[in-house]
């Protein structure tokens, strides 16, 4: 890598500023995960209402999100937010991506390693995930950063014509 990444903590102004990066590193985020899973939200407009909803949730300080910066660039993102799950206050990540060309040189690490950080400064005990049965490099990354398999997520698709859309 060119440049060591720096790991920074993106409020609303930076957020607005990055918007379209943003927007690019979601759909990364997709064209990953629609190898393992129904295309779901694959048009253009729904990535970008995607990432409104991050600046709303911003704006009502109910998320929580990374950049991993090389340079002025931005190189993959953490978004999380504090959640109910059963009896506890659980910090949870929304999504992590990095961008593909960078994947593979600890970008991610420093991500999970920000968030944990932050999770425990709020006095929080646990980080929960969820990732896509069949993402075996996604599981391994989890796997190596201290995360273990604790549930399982089934679904059923009722109506698969109006879930599948692509742009
Ligand atoms: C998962 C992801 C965020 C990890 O970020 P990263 O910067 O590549 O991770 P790190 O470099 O810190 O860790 C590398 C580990 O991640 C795993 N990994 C997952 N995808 C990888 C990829 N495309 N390239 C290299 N390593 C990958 C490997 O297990 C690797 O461990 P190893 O070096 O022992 O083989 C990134 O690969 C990514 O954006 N993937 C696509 C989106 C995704 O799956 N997000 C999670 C949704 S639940």
């Not at 129904?38 to 950049?67: M, N, V, Y």
């Not at 109910?84 to 990540?93: G, L, P």
């Not at 993402?135 to 059923?156: A, N, P, W």
């Amino acid at each position: 890598m060119p440049n060591e990444p720096s790991i920074q903590r993106i409020d609303l102004d930076e957020a607005l500023r990055h918007f379209d990066p943003l927007v690019d590193l979601l759909q990364e985020l997709y064209e990953d995960q629609r190898l393992y899973a129904p295309p779901i939200f694959l048009d253009q407009e729904s990535r970008r209402t995607r990432c409104r909803k991050l600046i709303e949730h911003l704006q009502s300080d109910t998320a929580l999100l990374w950049g991993a910066f090389i340079a002025s660039d931005l190189a993959g993102f953490l978004w999380a937010y504090e959640r109910d799950f059963f009896c506890e206050r659980q910090m949870y990540v929304n999504a992590v991506v990095v961008k593909e060309s960078l994947r593979g040189h600890g970008i991610g690490r420093l991500l999970l390693d920000a968030v944990a950080t932050e999770t425990s400064r709020r006095g929080l005990l646990t980080i929960g995930v969820s990732c896509l049965a069949g993402k075996h490099d996604t599981l391994r990354f989890y796997d190596s950063h201290g995360f273990i398999m604790e549930r399982c997520q089934l679904v059923k698709i009722l109506d698969k014509g109006r879930l599948l859309h692509d742009d």
